[in-house]
T-cell receptor, first 118, second 115 residues
Framework: GAGVSQSPSNKVTEKGKDVELRCDPI?????LYWYRQRLGQGLEFLIY????????KSGLPSDRFSAERTGESVSTLTIQRTQQEDSAVYLC????????????????FGPGTRLTVL | AQKVTQAQTEISVVEKEDVTLDCVYE???????LFWYKQPPSGELVFLIR??????QNEISGRYSWNFQKSTSSFNFTITASQVVDSAVYFC????????????FGEGTQLTVNP
């Protein structure tokens, strides 16, 4: 079956513009995650969805960042008034619902969207 | 707070050498999970292994092996007889009771295997 897909694969924008990044999770995966990976660094958690609700938004770096998920499927990460420090690869992952208080399920990652803010 | 440290930023080896990637973690959780992911040049993360905090048995999968030691809070990854296709960035990650579903990643180790 298809894996996690993300679009666009690359996005170049001017400082101050808004951007939308899209994630299509694996069918049947109720959990969806967004991470950010700056050049040469590890992944930083942004937000987690269980179904259409986001129980953990604590990783969003500022109020310019928001995300939504509809139909327990597609998710959109929106960055308003982009800044140069937003330049990074934005990775989406999905998994089966995590059970218990310590999630053990494997997260499957998409190829990412490389965002460049000029 | 949780933290994962991968002290080796870059490692370069010659094909067929064995190589060990170090991972040290910090957590106050009793129940937690440790992961290794591979990120080849294409960029997509590939899951390699998951280990829970109650299972300290080492694991071997082909040329890959993992050594989990709670006493030293380490979860090291060894590739035996490395191959050029092993060249990638390898990430160690941690999830636990207090962090919910988020993964905390280390900074990654860039492994280059030269022919």
């Amino acid at each position: 079956g298809a894996g996690v897909s993300q679009s666009p694969s690359n996005k170049v924008t001017e400082k101050g513009k808004d951007v939308e990044l899209r994630c299509d999770p694996i069918s049947g995966h109720t959990a969806l995650y967004w991470y950010r990976q700056r050049l040469g660094q590890g992944l930083e958690f942004l937000i987690y969805f269980q179904g259409n609700s986001a129980p953990d938004k604590s990783g969003l770096p500022s109020d310019r960042f928001s995300a939504e998920r509809t139909g327990e499927s597609v998710s959109t990460l929106t960055i308003q008034r982009t800044q140069q420090e937003d330049s990074a690869v934005y990775l989406c992952a999905s998994s089966l619902a995590a059970s218990g208080s310590a999630p053990s399920v494997e997260q499957f990652f998409g190829p990412g969207t490389r965002l460049t803010v000029l | 707070a949780q933290k994962v440290t991968q002290a080796q930023t870059e490692i370069s080896v010659v094909e067929k050498e064995d190589v060990t990637l170090d991972c040290v973690y910090e957590t106050r959780d009793t129940t937690y999970y440790l992961f290794w992911y591979k990120q080849p040049p294409s960029g997509e993360l590939v899951f390699l292994i998951r280990r829970n905090s109650f299972d300290e048995q080492n694991e071997i999968s082909g040329r890959y092996s993992w050594n989990f030691q709670k006493s030293t809070s380490s979860f090291n990854f060894t590739i035996t007889a490395s191959q050029v296709v092993d060249s990638a960035v390898y990430f160690c990650a941690l999830s636990g009771e207090t962090s919910g579903s988020r993964l905390t990643f280390g900074e990654g180790t860039q492994l280059t295997v030269n022919p």
